[in-house]
């Protein structure tokens, strides 16, 4: 592999002290281009569409040559909160090697923020679109956390049994009570409870306070509800108690 871009002859922090991340100019940009595509490090750099061109200088030397990724998209997260992001291609070269390593960087900022937070990953070569890759990443974490979800909120880990079989029985039942809840919380809560966790729906919704009492000579369970939620628990119990009398009601045959 080629050598990296040598840092200016200084000790190693030197350059930090007086490094500078600022526009590029309209004069500068040719420069930027050519610099872009020259180093032999950066032939795998490119920039498709309208972009914003930085520079980290040093000095007077240029270290690095971001360029953000134009129009900024305007995302939501799951809490509701709306943020601006850009995204960007560099290399990195890390002290005392002859190795560059191309990274992916996003950066966002909420609407009402003056400063833009990063995030770097480290990715393959041959991917290009810094966008696709923060993406990729993000889902990633998305399906961990999905795993995370099952494994903690329904405290199957460690496995519970010495037997591999009855493992597999375990978790099964469980697999199913994940997908009940999950199907109850799709189809039935409101939009303001579809991001609760498994932790939350079992105190909410399973994990309830009754008593046991004799009435009519039957037993009877008596569930401590909330107010706010006694609407919605007449709602369910309506919807699937009278469906279950009326099909026991209808004659077979």
């Not at 809490?79 to 992916?104: C, K, M, N, W």
């Not at 810094?130 to 199957?156: C, I, Y």
Request: glycine residues 6%; hydrophobic residues 45%.
């Amino acid at each position: 592999m080629p050598p990296p871009l040598p840092l200016p002859k200084a000790p190693e922090q030197q350059p930090l002290q007086h490094l500078v991340v600022r526009p590029i100019t309209r004069a500068e940009r040719p420069r930027w281009n050519a610099e872009l595509g020259a180093h032999p490090c950066l032939q795998n750099a490119t920039v498709v569409g309208e972009y914003l061109c930085h520079g980290a200088e040093s000095q007077g030397r240029w270290l690095a040559l971001p360029g953000w990724g134009a129009p900024a998209r305007h995302l939501r997260w799951r809490d509701g909160v709306e943020v601006t992001e850009q995204y960007a291609g560099i290399r990195h070269t890390v002290a005392g090697s002859d190795f560059t390593f191309p990274l992916a960087v996003a950066r966002w900022k909420k609407d009402d923020e003056m400063f833009w937070c990063y995030a770097f990953v480290a990715h393959d070569p041959r991917r290009t679109d810094a966008g696709a890759v923060m993406a990729r990443h993000r889902l990633k974490g998305v399906k961990e956390q999905l795993f995370k979800e099952v494994l903690r909120g329904l405290d199957l880990h460690p496995p519970p049994c010495a037997s591999l079989v009855a493992n597999r029985m375990f978790y099964a039942i469980a697999a199913l009570a994940y997908n009940l809840m999950k199907a109850v919380q799709l189809l039935c809560l409101p939009d303001e409870c579809q991001g609760w966790t498994v932790p939350t729906l079992l105190k909410q919704m399973v994990r309830l306070p009754a008593t046991v009492v004799r009435h009519a000579r039957r037993l009877v369970a008596r569930v401590e509800v909330a107010v706010s939620w006694l609407d919605w628990w007449h709602q369910w119990q309506a919807r699937w108690w009278r469906a279950v009398a009326v099909e026991a009601a209808v004659p077979s045959g």
